[in-house]
């Protein structure tokens, strides 16, 4: 018989199945996963509540200010009078807390929220939108004396309530605002006008200064910041009517540098004050621009013994010179008697200062001192070469305080300014509030007014993020490339590295 070849043999052979084998799965890594999951879910869970649970109580006592003047922080000076508080302050945004278009409102929230948290309960601060309020704005001001407006603050206590514009609580770039018409804030002062407004709010007796309206009356906000200080609110006043006269709760009545002369029935209003034991700061410097002869303004003065002299005064002391080519902007000096009062010897900028005279004839009740003076070698300039014979060289005042002493009890008390250094906010534009003619006038407003004078709390500065050297066009392309290219392909390269070595793993 033949034999089959190979093939056939291969072809005629049944196909053998292999066994089937149990393949027994690993039942741990089921377990694991399901472990992994759920751990996963309560870890997330468990952060959640926590996250709530803190948000909801301790939330503003956990909030740490980074910033490098404490923006979002209040002071030791605020704390202090916090501590004091035994009226309840309510803090009222008329906007929605949570509308971030407010271009301002990332500066206000964090301070008022340290203010609440450090209140121990004083301050109930809350933020109600007359949009879906409507009401709102009647409640506060049953007879609208306020006009309410929606994007402001209210500060209350009791029946006492102020209104707080945000706009006004910067300090602004003086050049580019006068240049360029642009409102570029360089300081904020929130911290200074809320703890003023609650200072105010909760005095036993409100103190309120008033500024005389008209004769071209300069903006004030930076003086304002300074009465505020000293827990003083202040407003605009117009006495120009027969039956005017000046508020009884007027703690200081304000002359701020005049460009044309007071009327004949504000003279005789102000007067009456005087004579009511009044009290009256007036700024009045020397405008070389400007000839007129305030005749009505002189009588006031006069009554407390000075007079407004068609003069300037021009300093020869060259090391009180400020800028050396210009004798009327020089350094001046509390004079020694009020130094040694006030324990406060400072020197203090001076431009463009009127001549103060004490007049020789004044009532034997009034008594006229300096405050402020110049060097012993100034002089002084007279319009229209005009000439006093009384005059030579020697020490000038720039400051002098009158009070008349008829009624001993409450004396009248009048402190005449010779320059607008002390008060313009064109000198403070550059300066803060611990400038040294701030902290003086400061303490002259505090003595008359007899208010206790603390220390004051600083300007925060705004820090500026404009590159101080401007980029060239072959360091920007560098950098361009550095972060558009090299930067995503290194990091490309190390994944593709990574999952090479660990895909086998």
Sequence with gaps: MARKTARESILQEKTVKA?????????????????????????????????????????KKLTFDTTSVK????????????????KKVEIIGLFDRNDTSIEWRDYFLPILDDYEAKADGMIDLKYIDPDVDP????????????????????????????????????????????YYGVYKPVGNQIENTFTGYIRYVTSGRPLHAYYLNGHDLPSHTNLDNILLSLGMVSSELSIGSDSAKIPDDCELLIILDPKSDITITEKEVIKSYIDNSGKILLVNDFDKENTLDFTNLNEVTLRMGVTLEQGIIHENDITRLYTASDPYTSIASVDDKYAQAIGLQLDLYNENCRYLKIASDRPSEVYVSPLVVTSGSASVDFQNAQIDAAVSAGTYPVILMS?????????????????SAFT?????????????????????????????????IPTKTIPSYALSKPLSSSSATMWSVIVMTIIPLGCLICGIYTYRRRRHL
């Excluded at 890594?29 to 999951?37: E, G, H, R, Y």
């Excluded at 923006?71 to 035994?86: A, C, M, P």
């Design 135 to 178: 009401f709102i704005l009647t409640q506060l001001d049953p007879n609208n004396v306020y006009n309410l407006q929606k994007y402001t603050y209210i500060v209350k206590c009791g029946d006492i309530l102020v209104p707080v514009n945000p706009y006004s609580c910067f300090e602004y770039d003086s050049d580019m605002l006068y």
């Design 71 to 86: 923006q979002n922080s209040i002071t030791v000076l605020s704390e202090s009078y916090l501590e004091d508080l035994d």
């Design 424 to 456: 313009s906010d064109s000198y403070y534009s550059t300066r803060t509030l611990n400038d040294n003619n701030a902290v003086f006038v400061r303490r002259m407003i505090g003595d008359i007014c007899e208010i206790s004078i603390e220390k004051t």
């Design 403 to 419: 009070v008349d002493a008829t009624n001993a009890d409450a004396p009248a008390c009048m402190i005449i300014v010779g320059t």
């Design 19 to 59: 066994p089937k084998v149990k393949v027994r799965s690993d039942k741990r890594f089921k377990a694991l996963k399901n472990v992994s999951v759920i751990s996963v879910i309560l870890v997330v869970s468990i952060c959640i509540v926590f996250n709530l649970i803190v948000d909801l109580t301790l939330d």
